[in-house]
């Protein structure tokens, strides 16, 4: 197995097959699995979810029992992962499956000393409304300068990197959106790849100014304490 697809879902029941069809279409020359967590959706995501499965043996479903957010969907993908190797994307189709090869054949190549890297997209012309564009704008701002994460993009969904190495990392509600600062303070390498981004097609945006900016005022400053409070070790076997 080359990769683990791993994509957290919650009420996309409009978008998940379409994806699906995509990303078999650009990973062909990988052997991957599809890993898709379904965060207790209301609507009729898992219904599509059945139905595609049925047609792709690769597909495999993981429903959490309550709504428990995109952070621990992600984490429960990756624990049930069979490759070493790991890619996260959105489920609402707006990263462009497209690029995980270009991405993955980088993660290969950086990675061949260490899997301390990550590799995480960069959506330079965001396909989204001006009040998210610039919400995100002066967010990633703040983080950078307060984290020191040298990251443009630290929200957007796709990244590749090695799947012990993240299961290593401190769990909590939101984390998704501080992998690279989480990957810097341990002394990980964080590369940015420029990616296409889309505009959402179908469903609804699930994060509002509210549900992202005051929540993420609070996490920066948790992160930033675990970042004083984390210590780089090496050692050997003797």
């Known amino acids: 197995m080359d990769l683990s697809v791993v ?7 409009e978008s998940i097959a379409s994806l699906i069809n995509e990303i078999e279409q650009s990973l062909k020359d990988i052997n991957y699995e599809i890993i898709i967590v379904d965060d207790c959706s209301s609507d009729n995501t898992m219904s599509a979810l059945n139905q595609a499965r049925s047609n792709n043996a690769r597909i495999r479903i993981i429903k959490h029992d309550k709504n428990y957010g995109q952070s621990f969907a992600i984490r429960s993908g990756i624990k049930s992962a069979r490759s070493i190797w790991i890619a996260t994307l959105d489920g609402d189709g707006q990263n462009d499956p497209s690029d995980i090869p270009r991405l993955y ?15 995480a997209g960069h959506r330079r012309n ?15 701002k703040l983080r950078s300068r307060i984290l020191k994460d040298m990251t443009p993009d630290t929200g957007c969904g796709l990244k590749l ?8 990392l401190p769990s909590f509600n939101h984390m998704h959106r501080y992998i690279p600062a989480l990957y810097v303070s341990r002394g990980g390498k964080v590369f940015s790849v420029e990616v296409n981004h889309r505009y959402r097609e179908r469903g609804s945006s699930k994060y509002g100014f509210n549900n992202r900016f ?25």
Do not use: C, H, M
């Open 7 to 13: 994509i957290p879902v919650f009420n996309e029941a």
């Open 126 to 140: 965001r396909k989204d409304t001006w009040l998210k564009k610039i919400s995100s704008k002066y967010a990633n």
């Open 161 to 168: 990197f090695a799947r012990d190495y993240f299961l290593d």
């Open 105 to 119: 054949s980088i993660l290969i190549r950086e990675s061949e000393l260490s899997q301390n890297v990550l590799i």
């Open 214 to 238: 005051w929540v993420g005022i609070s996490d920066l400053i948790g992160v930033k304490w675990i970042q004083k409070r984390s210590k780089l070790i090496n050692y050997s076997e003797k």
